[in-house]
Each structure stands twice: as C-alpha cells, then as structure tokens.
C-alpha cells in the first residue's frame, strides 16, 4: 500500500488536478475568516460544507487519474481489487486530511474566534470535519463506480446530492412527504444544523453523528460489492 500510495502522490501531482480544488478551498476558508470574532461552531461548520464539496472534486479527480489499462495493471501488481479500493482511499484521506488540519488550525493560528475554543468543541468540529470528507469520499466513489453517467454529469449528479443533503432539515420541514423519499440521502444538513450554537445539544449530535455513521457503514459496504464485482470501464 505504501508503494501505492507514493505512486499516487506522483501521478496525481504531476497531474496538476489537485491545484483547482485545493486552491478553491484555500480562497474559501481565507475570506471565511477575514475578520475576527466569529462563533467558533458555526465557523466550522461554514468550512465543514466546502469541505465536503472538495472531498467530492478531489475523489472524482483521483478516480480518474489512471486509464483502463493503468488499472488492470495495478489489480495484477495489488492483487487485488478490494486493496486497490482500500488503497485509493487511503491517498484520498491523506489529502482529505491536509485541508481538515487547515480547516481547524488556520482560525486558532490567525485568533478569529470571538472566544478561546474548549476541548469539547474542537472534537466536535474534528469529528464533523472527518464525518464530512468520509461522506464526500464514499458518494463520489459510488457515483463514479456505478458509471451511469458521463464524466461532467457525474459532477452535477453529486452536486445534486450535496445540496439535498444540505437542504434536507428544511425541505422535510417544508414538505413532509419527502421525509420518506430522502431517507436515501446522508442527514450532513441535520448534523451542521445543530452547529449553529456554541453550545450544541450533546444529546442530540450524539444520535445524528451516529446515523450519518451508520450511513457511512452502508456506503462503504455498497462500494466493496459495486466495485469489486464490476468491470471498471
């Protein structure tokens, strides 16, 4: 896996895919703390949701760096498909984790908050951050995998899905029918929603973390058998 992983760092460098994304984040969590005094939760979750963006942008990116050819080369050299899924993920989160240690660090670094952050809350923010790119990760990889639409329509299918997400607390709010419909999609809008206080219902962000969670448990199942038993195209 490290082999393979080094190997990614290369292509995926020597690519230049990364710069937009990586860049466009950069800019978002910059002007996001331009001035100081913010609420420190709702700040988090303000960059949790361009976090979860370019998860997505960076996953689809990764996915595909390598032709066809490339690939069936590294299933012989990894001998293994479920180790080359495990693999791409794993170089996934490495740089899913860069931009979740900026996402954290660069307020406390610059002292934007209006007041000095508590242990509870930064693991809060930490596991939201690190429940966001893991969501983002597992969607993108499933939409790419499934391989039902073409490349820029993949884009769009998964911008479609965040916004759901995001929008999901008010739209079953404004229509009550589609709480049975959007069971399918991730509650991040329920997660983030309670962020909007300082000092969240622990209660409350204990259950939602541990649905999106079971989420997560049913996506990464989902992608094992779809990519494992499908011919990558």
Not at 12 to 23: D, G, V, W
Not at 43 to 72: P, Q
Not at 162 to 174: E, G, K, N, T
Request: one cysteine or more; hydrophobic letters at 55%; aromatic letters at 16%.
């Amino acid at each position: 896996m490290i082999a393979f992983t080094q190997y990614q760092f290369r292509n995926y460098f020597k690519s230049y895919q990364f710069i937009p994304p990586i860049l466009f984040f950069v800019i978002w969590i910059i002007i996001q703390y331009l001035y100081k005094g913010q609420p420190i939760l709702s700040s988090y979750a303000s960059s949790s949701i361009g976090l979860l963006i370019i998860s997505c942008w960076l996953t689809i990116s990764i996915w595909n760096l390598e032709s066809l050819n490339e690939k069936y080369l590294l299933f012989t050299q990894l001998e293994s498909k479920l180790l080359f899924l495990i693999s791409k993920w794993f170089f996934i989160s490495l740089i899913h984790l860069m931009l979740i240690l900026l996402s954290l660090f660069y307020p406390l670094i610059l002292n934007r908050f209006s007041e000095d952050i508590t242990l509870n809350q930064y693991i809060i923010a930490l596991t939201l951050h690190i429940v966001v790119s893991i969501i983002g990760m597992l969607i993108s990889t499933l939409i790419h995998n499934i391989n039902f639409l073409s490349y820029k329509y993949t884009f769009l299918f998964i911008a479609l899905i965040i916004i759901v997400s995001l929008s999901r607390p008010s739209l079953v709010q404004s229509y009550s029918l589609l709480n049975y419909i959007l069971w399918a999609v991730p509650p991040i809008g329920d997660l983030i929603t309670l962020f909007k206080s300082d000092t969240p219902d622990n209660a409350m962000l204990l259950i939602k973390t541990f649905t999106i969670f079971i989420y997560i448990i049913i996506l990464i199942g989902l992608n094992i058998m779809i990519f494992t038993k499908s011919d990558q195209k």
